[in-house]
């Protein structure tokens, strides 16, 4: 049972059976598929892996059954024990090794065989991939030559088994070398042997390539020679199988087929019988890197500059950097995406770009974006995402300024989870930056990562702090704000695309709106554009009584501005606010005085009654186009109706009950007497009052009408003005004292009272103390009046005459 169990042991380990290492003590890899494809070229067997740390990194694993025999077995060996101990960017990296009684177990990176992908290639005949393959080729080329001279001249050990089988290629496409089953010293040491020497003969095909001092054995020879000229047959031997297939004999690598023009000269060096003229790996790069020579390519010399950009001169990186977006777009995509991008992304992360301010790091970023526009979403977010994300939590302003630069190039490939819990913490402190530049790139940006905001990060955050850069000490960030604003207010699907909803009726109402107003008496002319322009925009989703009330007043002092832009801005949008009022004012009822008489049946009865037939009289006289006081609001019509029916009862310069022929008065010094005459008014004198009653339930006196021209008929152009000095309690604000009984004569007699209303308005406001009028402005009226406070408004104005001016904005008009 023993040797069943051990049997069966030895079975699951070879296909990734049991346990965490696939079976094999100390082995964190498990095994998968095997490529077929692979089997024979080597004493190896290729297998897909996976580790089992939890990070589930693919991997490569070299399995060598140990079955076949010692000889086998003591080259799977040295190549275990040199994969262990050489580290080189051309080698093929070495991850993890074991070694069991019936197998080797070798884990490195994930890698391709070269022969299998020569393979691919010769079975595509449209040669559609010809030109980016010719130039991977050309760097792998390079990438092996500089691993060979890294052994030769560092390691002083010999490869001696370069071949197409001994290359590997990864995922980006570059070439390792591997296959170190013959790696040995050159001199020779007593009691051991030599790899190259006794053990050719496990390697398959190997005679097919042998060079001619290891086919006669003329060891004495081969020592004697350079370090590197065994391993430089090697390489004519890779390069003739890379471009005209396996050599199955020396005569045969005779001929250059389809090796290119300028690297058969070197392919012929690399292949010379004398060792003496043969050209060792380390000669081969230092000739095919010469101006004009095969290794001298736009594509060798950008890879060889990022991989040793570290050590560069500013300068150098400079011109690099400069022509870097132009160099990569012809690279291959699958070797700019797992080789370039992780050198450009080491390179953002650790420095080495250059000093601050260069503007080296906008350009390096600004390949990762274009690098990143030909990926996947699942790549993306594989590759570039994390690296982007780490970038904003950098405190280097330089490379912070170019990330804002390029917020829309990457943002919109990055998931909404991660712009919001990542992404935006970082952006946000960008609005509080000491660094004008910073918060002014914040500001642009802002555009690019709303529509990866949930609505309430979009209101709460994003739209206050653009409100507080309303604000800003420069002004082109306030102006740049206030734009974003609009913006934002403004987001239309297929333009701007914000989560549902996008900025809050509340956040229009209670945190843009005032801040506009501010905006709109910034002394930064541009800032009032930019206001207006927002104003303009955003009044379909304000409410029209605020437009009335809040905004329309703020505008109107910008209609005459200093600077012709804001008078344009601020005439457009006093006409986005007059459509938009004016639709409101289509939706509401013509009268609230219907309401009131709905109310009930005896609704009709008591003061109410008077009050609602008054009203209804004002309106339907300033809905008349004959009629005087058409422009009188309906809030104002209770007390517009009694004045209007006392001018039209009265005939010129005569009161009720008095005689037609009494000579007008002379007005008194310094009264001020607006003039109108009835037929100016365009309305004709009444015989009798429009409002007749019971003269025993007296309400408020009439007013005071007084002639300046001496003239007592109709024709003349006589002037006539309320006397509305007495604004006050039991005054109605057009110049109606409750106090003023009797009609004032020339000389200060009084005469009949007028007829009253049917029923007596009760007064506007509680009663005030009432302020005895000096005798200089009474003098010649024959009576002491009383004056109150002024009261500003319509309360000012004089029936025919002209306001007074009791404000700025008065005076202004």
């Known amino acids: ?42 004493i190896w067997e290729l297998h897909k892996a996976q580790s089992t740390d939890g990070k589930q990194e693919e991997a490569t694993v070299f399995v060598f059954d140990k079955t076949r025999g010692s ?10 024990k040199r994969m262990r101990t050489l580290r080189h960017p051309g080698v093929v990296r070495y991850l993890e090794g074991a070694e069991t009684a019936e197998a080797i177990y070798i884990a490195t990176e994930p890698v391709v065989p070269l022969v299998l992908v020569l393979d691919r290639e010769n079975d595509d005949d449209d040669g559609s991939s010809s030109e980016g393959a010719g130039e991977l080729r050309r760097w792998g080329l390079f990438k092996v030559a ?7 001249d560092d390691c002083k050990l010999v490869h001696a088994n370069v071949s197409a089988a001994s290359v590997f290629v990864t995922k980006a496409g570059e070439w390792r070398l591997a296959g170190f089953e013959l790696m040995d010293a050159l001199e020779s040491k007593p009691g051991e042997q030599h790899m190259y020497r006794h053990y050719t003969g496990v390697v398959p095909g190997y005679a097919a390539r042998m060079a001619p001092e ?15 000229a065994l391993d430089g047959w090697g390489l004519a031997c890779l390069i003739h199988e890379l471009y005209n297939g396996a050599a199955h004999s020396s005569a045969q690598m005779q001929t250059q087929g389809r090796i290119p023009a300028p690297l058969w000269p070197l392919c012929q ?4 019988p004398d060792l003496r003229r043969r050209m060792a790996p380390s000669e081969f790069l230092q000739a095919g890197q010469r101006p004009g020579a095969f290794l001298d390519s736009a594509f060798v010399n950008a890879c060889r500059f990022i991989e040793s950009i570290a050590v560069r001169e500013d300068d150098e990186r400079a011109d690099f950097f400069a022509n ?38 906008a350009k390096v970023l600004s390949s990762i974006v274009q690098i990143g526009k030909g990926m996947g979403d699942a790549e993306y977010n594989a590759l570039i995402a994390p690296a982007i994300v780490q970038m904003f939590g950098s405190n280097d302003r330089a490379l912070r300024f170019s990330l804002l630069e390029h917020m829309a190039s990457f943002v919109q490939a990055i998931p909404p989870d991660l712009v919001a819990k990542k992404v935006f913490p970082n952006f946000a402190t960008g609005f509080l930056d000491a660094a004008p530049a910073i918060r002014e790139a914040t500001v642009k940006a802002s555009l690019a990562i709303a529509p990866k905001l949930s609505q309430k990060t979009l209101n709460n955050d994003l739209v206050r702090q653009l409100v507080r850069l309303v604000g800003d000490p420069e002004p082109g960030i306030r102006t740049n704000a206030l734009i974003c604003v609009g913006k934002l207010c403004t987001a239309k699907p297929g333009v701007l695309d914000l989560d549902s909803g996008g900025v809050s009726e509340a956040s229009h109402r209670y945190v843009i709106c005032p801040v506009l107003m501010q905006a709109m008496r910034d002394q930064f002319p541009p800032v009032r554009s930019a206001a207006l322009a927002v104003v303009g925009a955003c009044a379909p989703k304000w409410e029209a009584p605020d437009i009335a009330c809040r905004v329309i007043p703020t505008i109107s002092p910008l209609l005459v501005d200093s600077e012709k832009p804001v008078r344009t801005a601020a005439f457009k949008a006093l006409h986005a606010m007059e459509a938009r009022i004016e639709s409101h004012a289509q939706t509401m009822p013509d009268t609230q005085a219907k309401k009131q008489q709905a109310s ?14 008054q009203t209804e009289a004002a309106a339907s006289m300033a809905g008349s186009p004959d009629r005087w006081g058409g422009w009188a609001v309906s809030s104002l019509s209770s007390t517009i109706s009694g004045a209007l029916s006392l001018a039209s009862s009265l005939p010129i310069g005569q009161a009720l009950g008095s005689s037609s022929t009494s000579p007008p008065p002379t007005p008194s010094t310094g009264e001020h007497r607006a003039t109108s005459t009835p037929a100016a008014l365009g309305r004709t004198p009444s015989a009798t009052p429009v409002n007749s009653g019971p003269a025993a339930a007296p309400a408020k006196a009439a007013p005071t ?6 003239q007592p008929n109709a024709g003349t152009d006589t002037k006539w003005s309320f006397n509305d000095d007495d604004w006050g309690n039991g005054s109605d604000g057009w110049g109606l004292d409750d106090g003023d009984d009797d009609l004032d004569t020339e000389e200060g007699k009084p005469v009949a009272p007028l007829a009253r209303a049917t029923a007596a308005k009760p007064p506007l406001k509680p009663a005030k103390p009432v302020v005895q009028r000096p005798a200089s402005s009474t003098a010649g009226s024959g009576q002491a009046t009383t004056a109150a406070p002024r009261r500003k408004g319509l309360g000012a104005m004089k029936l025919g005459g002209q306001p007074k001016k009791t404000t700025a904005l008065d005076d202004f008009l």
């Open 146 to 152: 500089e691993a060979l001279r890294f052994t030769n």
């Open 1 to 42: 049972m023993s040797g069943l169990s051990s049997y069966l042991l030895s079975t699951l380990s070879k296909v990734g059976g049991i346990g965490g290492g696939g079976g094999v003590p100390d082995f964190h890899y498990t095994l998968g598929e095997r490529l077929d494809g692979f089997s024979g070229r080597t």
């Open 214 to 228: 290891m086919e006669s054995q003329d060891w004495s020879r081969v020592e004697s020679g350079k370090l590197g």
């Open 71 to 80: 000889s086998y077995t003591v080259a799977a060996q040295n190549a275990l």
């Open 705 to 710: 009408l007084k002639p300046t021209s001496p």
């Open 269 to 272: 060096r690399l292949r010379a």
């Open 600 to 613: 009930g049946p005896g609704a009709a009865a008591g003061p109410t009654a008077g009050v609602s037939a």
């Open 324 to 361: 870097l977006d132009a160099t990569i777009s012809g690279f291959p995509l699958e070797f700019t995406k797992h080789k370039i991008l992780p050198e450009l992304l080491k390179l953002v992360e650790f420095g080495g770009i250059g000093r601050a301010g260069s503007g080296h790091d």
